[in-house]
């Protein structure tokens, strides 16, 4: 055999050996169970303006022998979107994720977590970090001092004043544009209301409960305004209105007494207490004692709504050691009230 001949013979028994091995491995690798192998396990946004959405698309690629399947991808938080091209990856091929992350109302920097579930049996759950450092946003920011008016028990027709602080923490401007509020209530709002940062609105509520029904009073007033962690507050109102009981006048104590002996001075001074009780305006145009020996200091007043007023009673002491001769005696005074007549033509 010549040397041409060998050298052909050398070449293909090379072949047949190469390519023998080259099966062997394909059937051995095909044996072998998927394996997930990511292109990064962790990726940093680096600084991003308020309110953007970025992305980044990661390589997932299957280095093992049998095909990968990807059963399920979650995320840590409702700021992460992801979309994935395909679930299946067949050996030696790749698939790609893409994660987008919605910074709206984020600042500063924030971590959170991407799970990938597979049928790698030597690790079912691949873990990709993502960081991300958004730079600051002004905005505004509200605090309402009091956002709960308790008004207990009410009497139908009463008049309720509740006042509070609407105050700006943040670091622009706050703009309230828009109230819902109810027909019996006034108050001091000019809207649109600006309120500068780190400056405070003092509000003022007037309720006036005048044929308001009978019962439970559960009810809100809603503000709108451009806190966008807080767009819609409200100030609640709560109590029970009763029926407005007969109104007149209240006199207390009942009866008042003088001690002769108890009390060294030669004038001795007690007094009734005179409430009027009505929602109208009285006057007290006379007042008398039914002896000599009782005098009053302040004979006639006026009576005010809700007012209480002091009727002073002075007992003349060496008058009634005259008067009196049994161990005592029981006097009155007698008081005159005008009440409004209104005739109209």
Not at 102 to 127: C, F, L, P, R, V
Not at 204 to 230: M, P, Q, W
Not at 321 to 326: D, F, G, H, K, V
Request: proline share 3%.
């Amino acid at each position: 055999m010549n040397r041409k001949k060998i050298f052909f013979v050398l070449i293909g028994v090379v072949i047949i050996i190469g390519t023998f091995f080259a099966y062997n491995n394909i059937v051995s690798k095909s044996k072998l169970p998927p394996k997930l192998v990511l292109s990064e396990e962790e990726w940093d946004f680096g600084k991003v303006k308020p309110n953007s959405k970025p992305s980044h698309t990661f390589i997932l690629t299957n280095k093992g022998g049998k095909a990968l399947f990807i059963d399920r991808v979650r995320v840590s938080c409702g700021c992460i979107k992801t979309s994935l091209s395909t679930d299946k990856i067949l050996s030696g091929k790749s698939a790609e994720l893409s994660v987008t992350f919605d910074t709206t109302g984020y600042e500063g920097t924030i971590g959170k977590a991407i799970y990938i579930n597979t049928n790698d049996e030597k690790e079912s759950e691949k873990k990709i970090r993502v960081i991300i450092d958004v730079e600051h946003l002004t905005k505004p920011k509200i605090k309402v001092s009091k956002d709960l008016w308790e008004l207990g028990l009410i009497s139908e027709g009463d008049v309720r004043t509740f006042k509070g602080e609407i105050e700006n923490i943040g670091d622009a401007d706050l703009i309230i544009d828009n109230m819902v509020i109810f027909d019996n209530i006034e108050h001091n709002f000019t809207l649109p209301l600006t309120i500068l940062p780190n400056d405070e609105f003092e509000f003022v509520l007037i309720y006036d409960f005048t044929g308001h029904k009978l019962g439970e009073v559960r009810e809100a007033i809603r503000f709108h305004c451009n806190d966008s962690k807080n767009e819609t507050f409200f100030i609640t109102v709560s109590g029970y209105i009763k029926e407005r009981e007969i109104s007149g006048i209240i006199i207390s104590p009942e009866e008042i007494t003088f001690n002769l002996d108890s009390n060294p001075e030669s004038e001795v001074i007690e007094e009734f207490n005179i409430e009027n009780s009505s929602d109208r305006d009285l006057k007290i145009i006379s007042a008398s004692t039914s002896t000599n020996y009782l005098t009053l200091l302040y004979p006639e007043f006026d009576l005010k709504s809700g007012i209480k007023e002091n009727l002073q009673v002075v007992l003349l002491k060496d008058k009634v050691r005259e008067e009196i001769i049994e161990e005592g005696t029981e006097e009155y005074i007698y008081i005159t009230i005008a009440l409004p007549i209104k005739i109209r033509k």
